[in-house]
């Protein structure tokens, strides 16, 4: 009886899966198997947020998997070696695994290829898995992608090139998942069993995301355009954690999206662009997962005391310190307070944006190497951003984004006696007697962006 392997990794689903679809389609039984890698609890990618996360979403796919007749295989250890292992105890002909970007997966895909070749497996790679477009589908203009190294360096020209290639089209979940018999696994992991997760972390899963997706197209989709950047709102959808663990797929998300219409669908989907393209920066230059994209000559600060007032939430500057809140408590971050953080610690502070990169990564449920490391260089000015010197002020953009001061009060209750927009300048003399438990500034923003023009060659 011919057997194939559908080795999930960032596909967590059973709707529109080519990985799936294509190993349940060319055998008579399928094992689907999913494997806790070491290699990713060794390069301290294996957070607690995403790891409980990550808890969630396998017992889902398990339970999705066993209305259809089947049940998901968990392995533990060496990826290669626990694919090969199930390989050779089951038969099976092919393996199926969707297309990675990082050196990381790269590297796991050839030592899978290798691995196979020696028991008589084929290796088959799914693009389209895991992003909308896969990298390299298109180039800039005149030039041709070898093995899809080449890319566009900025946003707008491959986004109009990304609109006009389209995306594929949608695959039905499997009706059936016949398992091989005698296909052993590990015990399901379990949220419970994970220590230091963020208090406020999302429910993980395929039928969690399905819902979200459908209430989000819906309904708030509509105002995204107007409201996406009020931070107050909250009207941003959400979906970013099962975009990451593929509970959803990009390419279904763009779909449903655009048979709504509309302004904030077409604002919608260009955001589902710009995580493509980021992960087609990182196909063509892997060092960016580390190097900076377009070297500045920054001689960047050791400030740990800064730093580390930032990763507190307690510099003294309320939109700061109410999106890093709100990245401890939730494991999650608004989008606009993503940009402001960043350039904080950065422009402001002047320090690395891998020490920023790292502590996002360290509780970043949606943590992805390709949006959390080159969306850190476009604040940083080292990566595709063509104005790379821009510095967020965020008094100002607390005036612009959160105009009422609902979001800094929501996330730092020591200034919940401030009224109104008040509490983004919370030392000036009247605004201190009500706040008198939150820091002083640690920094004057006027020396800081001096300081940063300066080191820039500015001045």
């Not at 497996?121 to 180039?139: E, Y």
């Not at 510095?391 to 105009?403: A, T, Y």
């Not at 927009?421 to 438990?437: Q, S």
Request: with cysteine.
């Amino acid at each position: 009886m011919p057997v194939s392997v559908a080795l999930f990794t960032s596909d967590l689903r059973l709707h529109d899966n080519p990985v799936l679809r294509a190993a349940a389609g060319d055998a008579d039984a399928v094992v689907p198997l999913f494997v806790r890698d070491r290699g990713i609890r060794l390069a301290g990618f294996d957070a607690p947020n995403r790891r409980a996360f990550l808890a969630d979403c396998l017992r889902d796919l398990d339970a999705g998997l066993r209305r259809r007749g089947g049940r998901l295989v968990v392995r533990s250890g060496d990826v290669v070696a626990a694919a090969r292992a199930v390989v050779v105890e089951t038969g099976a002909r092919e393996l199926h695994i969707a297309a990675g970007v990082s050196g990381y997966a790269l590297r796991r895909e050839e030592r899978l290829r290798n691995a196979l070749a020696a028991v008589g497996c084929a290796l088959r790679v799914h693009d389209a898995v895991v992003t909308a477009l896969p990298p390299g589908r298109v180039a800039p203009a005149g030039r041709v992608a070898p093995a899809g190294r080449d890319h566009f360096a900025v946003f707008t020209p491959y986004f109009r090139r990304w609109e006009a290639a389209g995306v594929r089209g949608v695959l039905p979940a499997p009706r059936t998942v016949r398992l091989p018999e005698g296909v052993r696994g590990d015990p399901l992991p379990e949220r419970k069993e994970v220590t230091r997760v963020s208090p406020g972390l999302a429910t993980g899963g395929e039928s969690v995301a399905r819902r979200l997706l459908s209430a989000w197209v819906n309904g708030a989709m509509d105002d995204y355009e107007r409201c996406h950047d009020d931070l107050s709102a909250d009207a941003t959808s959400r979906l970013s954690p099962y975009l990451h663990f593929g509970c959803l797929s990009a390419v279904e998300v763009v779909h449903r999206a655009r048979r709504r219409g509309g302004a904030g669908a077409e604002s919608f989907v260009r955001q589902l662009a710009w995580r493509d393209f980021h992960h087609q920066v990182l196909a063509a230059r892997p060092d960016t997962a580390h190097d900076d994209y377009r070297p500045r000559g920054d001689h960047w600060r050791a400030d740990e005391s800064g730093a580390a007032a930032w990763r507190a939430g307690r510099t003294g500057y309320p939109l700061v310190d109410a999106g890093m809140r709100q990245l401890a408590h939730e494991g999650w971050m608004h989008n606009r307070a993503r940009l402001l953080t960043a350039s904080f610690l950065t422009k402001t502070l002047y320090v690395d944006w891998r020490v920023g990169a790292a502590h996002f990564l360290d509780l970043l449920v949606d943590g992805d190497l390709a949006n959390n490391q080159l969306n850190w260089q476009w604040v940083a000015g080292t990566g595709t951003d063509t104005r790379p010197n821009r510095v967020l002020n965020p008094v100002i953009q607390g005036r612009r984004f959160d105009p009422r001061g609902d979001y800094a009060r929501r996330w730092i209750p020591e200034l919940a006696g401030l009224k109104g927009g008040a509490v983004h300048e919370p030392w000036k003399p009247a605004a201190r007697e009500a706040a008198p438990d939150y820091p002083e500034p640690i920094v004057d923003l006027g020396e800081a962006r001096a300081r940063f023009e300066r080191a820039r060659g500015l001045r």
